[in-house]
């Protein structure tokens, strides 16, 4: 059995929330104890490891570059350990649920939506993590896996899998933009900058020709790597992008972007898949459900320039 060599549990407590308040006073009054405790507990850390974790600079303590590196080490392994007592806690007070996502539909599909999901349920915890297309395999710790990916695929039978939805494709713009540069017309989409990412590459070349307009040429193409940074770039008005629908309706639906053409695509499958063997409770029960409700409900209308 190996013997793990550590320090006092409690004297790292408050060397990481000494480290992360950035003032001996400030954690103290964070942990209810004195001054002088913080200080004899950083002094009992400081022996144990054989080196100096703060230095003093006029009246304040400060953290050297090594204790605020040890401190965010630290501060990780106390959030694994209270997620591991409160799942596998006799009665926990709040029950979670781990959703790992890709980013582009956790940042502009489920995050907007929670609102309403912690509304129904105020005692179940949403944990969300995100990978980016095609790193969903360094996601290990997760109930739900919610991603863009062909239903069929092989790897799939080791998962419980709902099909959430099916993306509709249009060009999509910032409102700003398009006051700037109108695009009432297919003609005018020459005028504008294309936004593209290598994540989803080819895209746009598929919307136009679809829409029957493949000679369109834009002014220029801004190319990044990441789908979400893409549709960033175009929220903030840097070029205008090929978008979906019901991943991109709350954008729509508040103006932040609109669609001015009424033609769209088929695009993405969206999926929720769940582990065989993760534990099938009560409270992850409710997501799912939730989940599929959402994934029906009707997209808000495109917002014409």
Known sequence: MKRRHLPSLNALRVFETAARASSFSAAAEELDIT???VSRQIAVLE???????????GQ????????????????????????????FGKAPATRVVRVAAQTTVAMRWLIPRLPDFHASYPDIEIAVSTANTGEHEKLRRFDVLILRAPPDKPEWRYFQQTVLFEERLT???????????PLK???DLANHVFVTSATRS???ERWLQAAGMADIRPARF??????HVCLQAVIDGLGIGVG??????REIEAGRLLAPFEFTTAGSTYSALVPNDVDKTSHLHCFLQWLERQAISPAPRAHAT
Do not use: K
């Open 202 to 204: 080819g895209e746009w």
């Open 222 to 227: 801004q190319r990044f790597d990441h789908y």
């Open 171 to 181: 060009v999509v713009a910032a409102p700003d933009l398009l006051q700037a540069i």
């Open 60 to 87: 304040r303590n400060v953290a050297t570059d090594h204790a605020r590196a040890f401190a965010a080490e630290v501060s990780t392994a106390f959030d694994r350990l209270s997620d591991a007592v409160t799942r």
């Open 35 to 37: 001054h002088g405790a």
């Open 47 to 57: 022996t144990w490891l054989g080196q100096p974790l703060f230095l003093r600079q």
């Open 185 to 187: 017309t297919a003609a």
């Open 244 to 249: 979906g629908v019901p991943t991109l309706s």
